[in-house]
């Protein structure tokens, strides 16, 4: 993983050193608690299974959608995707489906919980599934500040996370 530190603030190198630690432990436990169930008496796929979202009060019902953006390496094109939180889309001409499970807009992770620290776009990230036809081929998140932690790598597309609708449009909008 490869992460780049710019130089706007000292508050900005901590969250990224976060982004990277939970990225990294993120998409360990999410692919235990996705994976087989045999194993179910290991310590360690327990502890994964532990791991929960929480979406705030706060924030629950504040966010309509995403605009997840699709760029296809073969033709060096991308689309962009307005998805609803909850639903997904078809990438056209391929056997490729993205849904959107989940958005925090400052996204946090407090043990095994993650959640969102406010309302405010501090750090954006949705939770995603992406499909190859019906097998879930990643399950984790997109960080629209940081679009290379932990971004999944497919061999003819990428995915980022470029913005945010919120239910309400503010007035300045």
């Known amino acids: 993983m490869r992460i780049i530190f710019r130089p706007f603030s000292m508050v900005g190198v901590v969250v990224a050193m976060l982004i990277a630690l939970v990225s990294g432990c993120t998409e360990s ?3 235990k608690s996705a994976g087989d169930s045999r194993n179910s008496g290991d310590a360690a796929e327990s502890a994964a299974s532990q791991v929960k979202i929480l979406v705030p009060d706060e ?3 504040q966010w309509k ?3 997840i953006g699709v760029h296809d390496k073969s033709g060096s094109r991308e689309e962009v995707f307005t998805v609803d939180i909850g639903s997904g889309f078809k990438v056209p ?4 489906s993205l ?3 989940n958005f925090l807009p400052d996204f946090i992770m407090k ?4 959640t969102s620290a406010s309302n405010e776009l501090n750090n954006p990230a949705a939770r995603v ?3 190859e036809g019906d097998q879930q081929v990643y399950q984790g998140w997109l960080f629209s500040l940081y679009p290379d932690a932990h971004a999944y790598q497919h061999p003819r597309y990428g995915f980022n996370l470029l913005d945010f609708i919120p239910t309400r449009p503010n007035k300045s909008q």
């Open 65 to 67: 959608a995403v605009k």
């Open 59 to 61: 924030v629950a019902g």
């Open 111 to 114: 043990g095994p919980v993650m």
């Open 29 to 31: 436990a999410e692919q």
């Open 93 to 96: 001409d391929s056997d490729v």
């Open 99 to 101: 849904r959107v499970t």
């Open 129 to 131: 599934e992406i499909f």
